[in-house]
């Protein structure tokens, strides 16, 4: 009887899987002509793998972002040279910063305070920063202001992040904190940055995707296995290293003021705060030339948990984290469903694109399925993916609408598996964007393929997902 009932419930998922994977195979035939493989798009310019060697961009590790050796290359792959580019989710500012090196304007719109802080230091590096400013930032690595301080600014800590630093690390980012207030406006930034930049190198914690990892020194359990990050630098190394590094940079480039070299004039960069959902709908039709962007995965990793230190250092409460994390795109287990037409009514028409895409209807359908026979290792998975793909599918239809005839739209994005079903966003999106606006000239394949997760492989074997670059044009 027990041998039965486990079978009753196998088959239908079985003949579920052969269903996705049927469209799937459907969806490959349409866009066959579309897929190139790129030799040239490795792992590495397609993460942040590639900025760590580049000056600038290698100052602080935002581990999501891709490289500004990627946007170069599709710059000038489709020769892109003057004009706007538009990211809607600007992240560290990669794309806008790579854009305005080829004299190119970027705009851009992020969401978290961490982001807007990178990118908002790089441009008062890039514009405003002084020989004077420039002078005072060195004394910083020689005198060490903050060990002079007997004040102390208390550091605002989340329940995620209690106890990450070792106490005496504690006390000095505290006199940091005050130290720097006696500096002016523009070095007090890039102060500020140069302590965002080294928080999880003096901490007990390592960023995982999905969460922070804690270093069993911190005193607290988490997991089977106690994890050791290895060597946890001390403030005074890590702070004199990252200003030495953005001086170093700084000379190299030859001057102050010309933080990005170039051989043409420099472009502008502007930068929105907020979500692109909030924001897409206010900017004018037809303003760009190209978009160049990459979304968050539809992979469960929570921004707002793995940059939790830094959000904490930027003095986010307890509730703003909530509700940062809620404006987010669907991207993890606790985002709540959005009410999409009461933020923008004109976005009707992409949700009902949505609707009808047969593919994701199935995947749904299945993941809805699975949910309720309990096989899940988290019930919110269903409610993530239907979010992040009627979310995107609004994003999609706000890219057309903003960009300007024949303009280029270039994303970064990753396939993904839950409970066996292969989620093929490279192609659903696509698809969607066929129906919004977009004529989808390639979708170019890395060589290497991303493996799925060791639970995935155990229960239904290992497959490799694809990792893309979308190239669509605007109709």
């Not at 027990?2 to 196998?10: E, G, I, Y």
């Not at 020989?131 to 208390?154: A, G, M, T, Y």
């Not at 985002?335 to 994701?360: C, F, G, M, S, Y």
Request: proline share 3%; net charge positive.
């Amino acid at each position: 009887m027990l041998t039965l009932s486990k079978n009753v419930k196998v088959l239908p998922q079985k003949t579920a899987l052969i269903e996705i994977e049927h469209l799937d195979q459907d969806l490959y035939h349409h866009f066959n002509d579309k897929f190139h493989l790129d030799s040239a798009l490795s792992r590495s310019i397609v993460s942040f793998q590639d900025n760590k060697t580049r000056e600038v961009y290698r100052w602080y590790k935002f581990k999501e972002a891709f490289s500004a050796s990627l946007v170069e290359y599709l710059l000038e792959k489709y020769k892109i040279v003057s004009g706007t580019i538009l990211d809607p989710f600007a992240g560290s500012g990669t794309a806008l910063f790579a854009a305005i090196a080829k004299g190119i304007n970027a705009d851009g719109i992020e969401l978290l305070p961490t982001g807007q802080q990178i990118i908002n230091t790089k441009k008062i590096l890039a514009l405003e920063f002084t020989k004077d400013d420039f002078n005072i930032l060195k004394r910083w690595v020689f005198e060490h202001p903050w060990k002079k301080s007997e004040l102390r600014i208390p550091l605002n800590e989340l329940r995620i992040t209690k106890g990450a630093y070792p106490e005496q690390t504690k006390e000095a980012i505290e006199k940091y904190l005050c130290a720097y207030e006696q500096v002016n406006k523009r070095v007090r930034t890039v102060l500020r940055f140069v302590l965002l930049c080294i928080l999880e190198s003096v901490s007990y914690t390592r960023k995982d995707g999905q969460y922070l990892r804690w270093d069993y020194r911190s005193g607290r359990r988490q997991g089977k296995k106690p994890f050791n990050k290895g060597t946890i630098l001390s403030f005074e190394k890590a702070t004199c290293d990252k200003i030495d590094e953005i001086v170093f940079d700084l000379q190299t480039r030859g001057k102050q003021k010309a933080l990005f070299t170039s051989k043409h004039p420099h472009g502008t960069i502007n930068l929105y705060s907020g979500s692109c959902l909030d924001i897409l709908p206010t900017i004018p039709t037809g303003m760009y030339d190209a978009i160049v962007t990459s979304p968050p995965y539809c992979n469960r990793y929570d921004y707002t948990r793995t940059y939790a230190l830094e959000l904490a250092l930027q003095g986010i409460s307890e509730l703003e984290l909530v509700h940062l994390r809620q404006q987010m795109l669907s991207c993890t287990v606790e985002n709540r469903a959005k009410d999409l037409l009461r933020i923008n009514p004109q976005w009707r028409k992409a949700i009902t694109v949505a609707d009808h895409q047969e593919l994701l209807q199935s995947i749904l359908k299945y993941l809805d399925d699975q949910k309720a026979q309990g096989m899940l290792n988290n019930n919110g998975i269903p409610r993530m993916v239907r979010g992040y793909f009627y979310e995107m599918a609004c994003v999609v239809a706000e890219c057309a609408r903003v960009m300007k005839p024949n303009a280029l739209l270039f994303m970064v994005n990753d396939n993904v598996r839950y409970a066996g079903a292969g989620i093929s966003v490279d192609m659903i999106l696509s698809n969607i964007a066929e129906k919004l606006g977009f004529h989808v000239e390639n979708i170019l394949i890395l060589p290497t393929g991303k493996g799925n997760s060791s639970q995935q492989m155990g229960e239904y074997g290992r497959k490799l997902l694809r990792k893309c670059v979308y190239v669509w044009r605007k109709i």
